[in-house]
């Protein structure tokens, strides 16, 4: 914190007897500064017009002179707190004797920030003046950016390193600190190196900042350090300490980065500001928050587009300048160039035309590789103006992002060749593009400001801003962290399709994602292990039928139910997949296809139609399940092939291969599937879903007591929500009787008094939507009797004004759960209950083992390699309750494992041994015959 001393015979603006008085003591501006080499530079102090600030009588700490000190009020506690005390008098203030662990201060008056403006005071670092208007120097201005929030309330103002500091300096009139080089340029007191001018007395030629020197090459003590102490030596600082802050630095070398003044070209981007906003609104950006919130309020906030850049390779800003900059030519094309060079030869400026060769209207490659337009070529070329002066180019090159937002036109050679795709808006503008979110001020902002400016247009018509790639623990990869991925690696071991399928369906593509190649492999196993399953087993039995889709259609309405709730399940999916894709989200169309294909197609659909594949004549039930399966499989293909395109396309050529439906050569150029609303039906889809819904409840019931599917079971209890919804699960009882292996299904009224619920709120949907009135609602929903709660899960959830407030909520808003009752156990979701019978007696004990004997021979047959559809022979030796078990139920195991016969007895010493019951409890021999 430095002390800036208010020039003599200043008149105090305070109050508290000290207002009118010539304020002759010692009295300092308290200015508190991060950068302490900035200070040389500093040429005005800065307060808020409206920020109280007082008049303090202390000691300074480090030379215990008494000092008089301005500082904001509000700031007092922060920097006069440890080590300072408050006093009430003069008389206490004048007892301090140096070496007192407490300091005093007495405060002596007030005003506020607009009674200091024009106060002068001394310079701080009196090492050189600015070499323009110096007797503008060294005053108080006012700065609406100014807060109470850290330091004294008072900014020092360097001009030449901030630019806050340039811009309320030059509204107030207040030089920059610039002196004179040895070409009698005005430059900063810091060279372009980072180290001080000669101006600076003992710190010239040191760099500001101990990070630019080589290795072993830095001071002890930095610039920072070295200034602070000169100040503490002088009574010029009231408090240094180390502060811990934010600073920027350079991405490539982690150095610190300095801001420096340069004459610069700008283009006038505020003209068009509003028209730039308009054009914005048009644009459908992905997500809306981009374009409303970050592109937009960039947008809002436009300053003009600084155009220059002191760099060596680029392109050369095409203006040439007479020395004294009264006359400029910007040239717009190479044909323009070489006439002014020929108008310069002719004036004798130059001896020669270095683009004689060129061909005004050639864009042949030979043409223009005889010229060169890099700055080391441009250079060298003077052109002579209007009145006869010799002219110069401007020595900086364009901003990069210029030519990337000229991308559009420059792809084409625009307007020297190719305008009609231009004019005509045949090649402009772009459909969609895709850029890192960190974009919103570089590519999307140049392509958006020059389509404005140049054409009245926008440049694209949809925009997805990327999020980035982070390592699994949500760290930013880097090189110098070591926890980069290499992408090669992956797509070698993993595979492109899995890869791309994991990485858009994990995250929006604009969300930042968390990148973990365990997610690969989970994509692998659920995903594409379903899919591929999926298709093994078509392909196993339609190449035992020769099935080829040789056939016509089967009519819809002759097609099973499974078959029409899968195919309106199919093309509501490509409906809504299509408009995903339209929306540019493909994130949702992978989610829905791979749900379709994991819980729909492979989980629900082939696992209750196998039968249909593998037992039987070749009838039509049978091809419809071929046909239905292969159109969905064809179907999954197309669709997911944007995300996936070598999987998918070998799925689509593998299917292709045996029907010849398309005469496209990859699955790339097929034509999009077309859902067929006359195929969908919502009342089927609801019924499976209620099906699929309470199977799952029952089977994680089973889980949760530990019963094998195997095992039947007696009953299931379901209270009917509604009509509809009793009407529907009536529809599907038997599948949902099979599917959990169940005997029984009781529908129970809603009002019925066996279950007995509790809800409460689940917050973490609640809170983001209603956060204010969340303890009303819990207070509400913790009143809830029976009937409120079955209401609540008849009517899909509960509306009504809560603290003023219109509140809606869903089912998902709440948690209810069913109290178990005897001999059941009871589950809830999404307003469905279920309650399972676990009482098992002697047939259902029996049926079970039968049950399990069907699955161990099934799997001795896929193991010893038999055909589906050989017949077998079962001798089994085992105990006198599980020949009872199987006895009771031969017919049934025979049908399953296509058994000739069933003995007991003791078969060779080819039997294996299995468990039915017990560990080990059965040896068997499974023969062909």
Request: charged fraction near 25%; glycine fraction near 6%.
């Amino acid at each position: 914190m430095a002390q800036f001393k208010l020039a003599a015979g200043a008149v105090s603006p305070f109050g508290g007897g000290e207002r009118g008085r010539t304020l002759d003591e010692e009295t300092f501006f308290l200015a508190w500064t991060t950068t302490p080499w900035t200070l040389p530079s500093n040429t005005a102090l800065c307060v808020g017009p409206n920020i109280e600030y007082v008049l303090v009588q202390t000691y300074n700490q480090y030379t215990h002179q008494p000092v008089n000190v301005i500082l904001a009020k509000n700031l007092l506690g922060l920097q006069l707190g440890r080590g300072f005390n408050a006093v009430e008098s003069a008389e206490e203030l004048a007892a301090y004797v140096a070496g007192d662990k407490v300091i005093p201060y007495f405060v002596t008056g007030s005003c506020t920030g607009k009674d200091l403006v024009g106060l002068r005071y001394e310079q701080l670092l009196p090492f050189v003046q600015p070499a323009e208007a110096p007797e503008q120097a060294f005053r108080v201005i006012s700065g609406d950016f100014v807060t109470t929030e850290d330091g004294t309330g008072i900014v020092h103002i360097a001009p030449t390193f901030g630019s806050d500091d340039a811009r309320v300096a030059t509204e107030s009139g207040v030089p920059a600190m610039l002196v004179a080089d040895e070409n009698g340029n005005l430059v900063p007191l810091v060279d372009l190196r980072g180290r001080f001018r000669k101006e600076v007395g003992d710190w010239g030629n040191l760099f500001v900042k101990n990070e630019y020197y080589a290795e072993g090459e830095a001071p002890e003590r930095s610039v920072d350090v070295q200034i602070s102490i000169w100040l503490k030596e002088r009574n010029r600082a009231f408090k240094v300490e180390k502060y811990v802050h934010s600073y920027p630095h350079c991405w490539r070398t982690d150095k610190p980065v300095l801001y420096y003044p340069l004459d610069s070209w700008f283009i006038r981007v505020t003209d068009v500001k509003d028209r730039m906003i308009a054009l914005n609104n048009t644009i459908q950006w992905k997500p809306e928050a981009t374009g409303t919130g970050r592109f937009g309020k960039w947008l809002e906030n436009v300053n003009d587009w600084n155009l220059s850049r002191s760099r060596y390779w680029g392109i050369p800003i095409p203006i040439w300048s007479t020395e004294q900059g009264d006359e400029r030519l910007c040239i717009s094309s190479v044909e323009q160039l070489k006439a002014e060079c020929d108008k310069a030869v002719a004036a004798g400026v130059m001896l020669e035309n270095p683009l004689a060769g060129f061909v005004g209207g050639d864009f042949s490659e030979a043409n223009y590789s005889q010229i060169d337009l890099h700055k080391n070529y441009v250079d060298q070329i003077t052109l002579v103006s209007p009145s006869g002066k010799s002219m110069k180019r401007e020595s900086d090159l364009i901003d990069v992002w210029f030519d990337s937002g000229s991308m559009p036109y420059a792809q084409w050679h625009y307007p020297f060749e190719n305008k009609e795709l231009i004019d005509n808006h045949l090649a402009f503008p772009a459909d969609f593009i895709a850029e890192g979110v960190d974009q919103t001020r570089g590519w999307f902002y140049t392509l958006h400001a020059i389509a404005t400016m140049v054409f009245d247009s926008v440049a694209y018509k949809n925009v997805v801003s990327n999020g980035l790639v982070l390592d699994k623990n949500g760290q930013k990869m880097s090189k110098r962290l070591g926890n980069t991925v290499d992408p090669f690696h992956t797509l070698e071991t993993y595979g492109p399709d899995a890869t791309r399928w994991y990485m858009i369906t994990n995250a929006q593509p604009w969300d930042n994602l968390k990148f973990d190649v365990d997610g690969i492999t989970e994509v692998q196993r659920k995903f594409f292990g379903t899919l591929y399953n999926t298709y093994s087993f078509f392909a196993l039995y339609a190449n035992i039928d020769g099935f080829s889709y040789a056939e016509a259609n089967v009519a819809a309405e002759e097609r099973p139910e499974i078959d029409r709730w899968i195919l309106s399940k199919l093309h509501s999916l490509i409906a809504q997949v299509d408009e995903a894709y339209a929306a540019y989200e493909p994130t949702k169309a992978g989610r829905l296809i791979q749900e379709f294909v994991s819980d729909q197609l492979s989980n629900w659909y082939v696992r209750l139609c196998r039968r249909r594949f593998w037992k039987g004549d070749y009838t039509t039930d049978k091809i419809s399940a071929y046909q239905t399966l292969y159109t969905c499989l064809e179907a999954v293909a197309i669709m997911g092939s944007p995300i996936a395109p070598f999987w998918f396309d070998r799925l689509f050529q593998d299917l292709n291969a045996v029907t010849k439906r398309h005469t496209a050569a990859s699955v790339h150029l097929a034509d999009f599937p077309q859902s067929d609303a006359a195929l969908i039906h919502e009342n089927l889809e609801a019924q499976m879903d209620i099906a699929q819904r309470v199977s799952s409840l029952v089977l994680g019931l089973r889980k949760k007591e530990k019963i094998r599917v195997r095992q039947p079971l007696q009953k299931i209890m379901v209270p009917a929500l509604n009509e509809t919804f009793a009407e529907n699960i009536d529809h599907v009882k038997e599948l949902i009787l099979s599917e959990v292996n169940v005997k029984e299904l009781e529908l129970l009224d809603a009002d019925n008094t066996m279950f007995v619920k509790s809800i409460k709120p689940n917050f973490k949907t609640i809170g983001p939507k209603y956060g204010k009135q969340m303890k009303a609602i819990a207070a509400m929903t913790a009143a809830f009797g029976q009937d409120t709660i079955a209401a609540i899960e008849a009517s899909g959830g509960w509306s009504g004004d809560i603290e003023g407030t219109a509140v809606e909520l869903t089912l998902e808003d709440f948690e209810i759960r069913a109290e178990d009752i005897p001999g059941w156990t009871v589950a809830s979701e999404g307003g469905l209950t279920v309650a399972l019978d676990t009482t098992i007696n002697d047939e259902l004990r029996n049926e079970g083992i039968a049950r399990e004997l069907v699955n161990r021979v099934q799997n001795i047959r896929k193991d010893a390699g038999f055909e589906v559809t050989d017949r077998i022979r079962l001798t089994l030796d085992t105990s006198a309750e599980i020949q009872q078990a199987i006895a009771a139920n031969k017919s049934f195991v025979s049908d399953e494992v296509l058994a000739t016969d069933i003995l007991f007895g003791n078969p060779d010493t080819a039997a294996q041994l299995i468990d039915l019951v017990n560990e080990g409890d059965t040896r068997i021999l499974v023969e062909k015959v």
